[in-house]
Nanobody
Framework: QLQASGGGVVQAGGSLRLSCAASGGTFSTYAMGWFRQAPGKEREFVAAISWRSGTTRYADSVKGRFTISRDNAKNTVYLQMNNLKPEDTAVYYC?????????????????WGKGTLVTVSS
């Protein structure tokens, strides 16, 4: 089970940190990721991190602003979001997959969390 938290309302230029706690399984060996879905749009890839080397991958739209990290001892993955923009407004979902190569394809992900809403006001 994946439980995302940390969403909220923030002004443009502000920051938020999302957390995703994994339970009920050995997610420490899974590649973890974040996707988001804005109203009326398809779910899109945001960031991913491998379990072994900590290799990261980002969508172009968030590079330089968002940072993904993980704490395997706590079975938790984080998404630090800085310099937020109104277009970052979306429900953010954490994801877990056995293969880092799956990202950025949403349809290939093994497990999904329930999502947390991020609203960025202008």
């Amino acid at each position: 089970q994946l439980q995302a938290s940390g969403g909220g309302v923030v002004q443009a230029g502000g920051s938020l940190r999302l957390s995703c706690a994994a339970s009920g399984g050995t997610f420490s060996t899974y590649a973890m990721g974040w996707f988001r879905q804005a109203p009326g749009k398809e779910r899109e890839f945001v960031a991913a991190i491998s379990w072994r080397s900590g290799t990261t991958r980002y969508a172009d739209s968030v590079k330089g602003r968002f940072t993904i990290s993980r704490d395997n001892a706590k079975n938790t993955v984080y998404l630090q979001m800085n310099n937020l923009k109104p277009e970052d407004t979306a429900v953010y979902y954490c994801a877990a997959d056995r293969s880092f190569a799956t990202y950025p394809v949403a349809s290939g992900v093994d497990y999904w969390g329930k999502g947390t809403l991020v609203t960025v006001s202008s």
